[in-house]
């Protein structure tokens, strides 16, 4: 059985092992210290493998054509994995604060919304 599997089976199995990965670091580790990072990169290649196989399944598969085509989607997908870890690692912006995970005082909606009668 394992003679009949093509590098497509392997890029999907691959994709799905990314996304499990990212998964856990998502849901189980929330987030937390190098865990955003590893959630960055496993989300973004599982989704550069799925995008990359789809232009090489649509492509020609002319040697060169391909080599640009490979070029052209990753580009975009380091650029933005590199600068969304920079952002992540340099710390909080003075702007921005992180969110409480503290319950609000009101969880009744009507408390806050100063138009609905009551």
């Known amino acids: ?7 497509s089976y392997a890029a999907c199995l691959i994709s799905v092992l990314m996304l499990a990965l990212a998964s856990v670091t998502r849901f189980g580790a929330h987030l937390q210290g190098a865990w955003h990072v590893i959630y960055v990169v496993s989300a973004g290649a599982a989704l550069y493998l799925n995008l990359l196989f789809g232009v090489v399944g649509a492509s020609s598969q002319t040697e060169l054509s391909l080599l640009v085509a490979q070029f052209a989607v990753v580009l975009p997908f ?3 994995t590199v600068a969304i870890i ?3 690692t340099s710390g909080p912006s003075p702007t921005r604060t992180p969110l409480s995970r503290t319950p609000s005082k009101s969880h009744d909606f009507r408390e806050r919304s100063p138009r609905w009668p009551r």
Not at 1 to 7: F, I, Y
């Open 1 to 7: 059985m394992a003679d009949h599997l093509g590098s």
């Open 78 to 80: 380091v650029g933005v």
């Open 86 to 88: 920079k952002r992540s």
